[in-house]
Every structure is written in C-alpha cells, then in structure tokens.
T-cell receptor, first 114, second 114 residues
Framework: GDSVTQMEGPVTLSEEAFLTINCTYTATGYPSLFWYVQYPGEGLQLLLKATKADDKGSNKGFEATYRKETTSFHLEKGSVQVSDSAVYFCALRRTQGGSEKLVFGKGTKLTVNP | DAGVTQSPTHLIKTRGQQVTLRCSPKSGHDTVSWYQQALGQGPQFIFQYYEEEERQRGNFPDRFSGHQFPNYSSELNVNALLLGDSALYLC?????????????FGPGTRLTVL
C-alpha cells in the first residue's frame, strides 16, 4: 500500500540556517504530493504541493521538487526563522473511485532558536 | 469566510462510552474527511463523506461511524471507546467538483479516553 517516510526529528536549528527535511514515498502511479505544517495547538495548513513529476512547489520561502526517479519530495528553506517552528508533514494524495484520501508521514518537529 | 470548524475542542470520556464529534465544512465545500492523529504521529484517514454517503474508508473498525447532513456538516461517532482511541481528530473539507480539490483542515477535537 501507499506510504510516506520522513526523516525523524526533532530538528533544531539556529535562525537563518538552511533547512532540509527528507521525504520519500511508496505508491503506485504518480500521486500528488504535499507538505503540511502544524503549529502548536492548531490544525494542519497546506504549505505547498506538486501534482506531477519535476513540479516544484513553493510557498513562504519553502520549496520541494517532485522527483519521480527517487520517489522523493524533500522540503527545503534557505533561511529559517523562529516563526517556522512547527511540525511538518509530508503527504501523498490517493484517488480511488472519485474519492480521495491523504496518506501522511509521521511528521518532523522543527525548532528554530534565535 | 469561516474555515472548517469543529466541536468540541476537548473531550474526556471513559472506556466503553460513546462519543460524537462535529464538523462544519468551509463555506462552499461539499465533502468532509475525518482523520485520527495519535500523539507524535501523522494523521490517519478514517473515512470521507460526500452527498451524505461514505465514499471511502480507511483501516478503522466499525466502532467508527459517521454521518453527513444535507447542509454538508458531518459527525464522527465512536462506540465502545478504548484507551487507544485517545487522539486528535481532524476534519477536512473540500469541493469535489474541482480536479485539484485541496483539503482544508479544522483545528481538531482532542479526545482523551480514561
């Protein structure tokens, strides 16, 4: 079945450091891929998405490229801020018979220190 | 424009009891999905409702049931609660008419089973 594997956290960085959170997936076909962010006490917010191979999703300085050959969708940001501290989830979308579901990784907690 | 709302925010139950969680979708959305997020884990898909019918179901026992009303709001019912049902329950809404139907998440209901 479908699955998503993320690098284990927690990840602790200093402000302005470079961020990479690895994500790989196992799925048949070419599902759409997503990164969601969850701030403390809140629900999930869509951060960025990519719907086909070689697509690059970007938002708020974060980027991720859909790599079909390595089945990966790594999240990157060149310079993190304290406000980026949150839990990040990689997910794929599986469509079945007109309905859909998201399959999530376990999440990676990021803490950015001033 | 109100986003996805859920009630209650927190809930404490004892083993064997039954619980009902409620979700109002984002304005204009017609599809509701439910996810269970155990502590430190990624969300797991429970089921999706559209046109008042369950369209797809994840790997959850029949103790988990749902309903969608004509106004598109939804309820998640869990019978015979177990300690392992303690989790954050997330509702997500989307609009089925669009090919790319992004799911918008609510803040969740935190269920604690004692």
């Amino acid at each position: 079945g479908d699955s998503v594997t993320q690098m284990e956290g927690p990840v602790t960085l200093s402000e302005e450091a470079f961020l990479t959170i690895n994500c790989t997936y196992t799925a048949t076909g070419y599902p759409s891929l997503f990164w969601y962010v969850q701030y403390p006490g809140e629900g999930l917010q869509l951060l960025l998405k990519a719907t086909k191979a070689d697509d690059k999703g970007s938002n708020k300085g974060f980027e991720a490229t859909y790599r079909k050959e390595t089945t990966s969708f790594h999240l990157e940001k060149g310079s993190v801020q304290v406000s980026d501290s949150a839990v990040y989830f990689c997910a794929l979308r599986r469509t079945q018979g007109g309905s859909e579901k998201l399959v999530f990784g376990k999440g990676t907690k990021l803490t950015v220190n001033p | 424009d109100a986003g996805v709302t859920q009630s209650p925010t927190h809930l404490i139950k004892t083993r064997g009891q039954q619980v009902t969680l409620r979700c109002s979708p984002k304005s204009g959305h017609d599809t509701v999905s439910w996810y269970q997020q155990a502590l430190g884990q990624g969300p797991q898909f429970i089921f999706q409702y559209y046109e008042e019918e369950e369209r797809q179901r994840g790997n959850f026992p029949d103790r988990f049931s749902g309903h969608q009303f004509p106004n598109y709001s939804s309820e998640l019912n869990v019978n015979a609660l177990l300690l392992g049902d303690s989790a954050l329950y997330l509702c997500a809404s989307s609009l089925v008419a669009f090919y790319y139907n992004e799911q918008f998440f609510g803040p969740g209901t935190r269920l604690t089973v004692l």
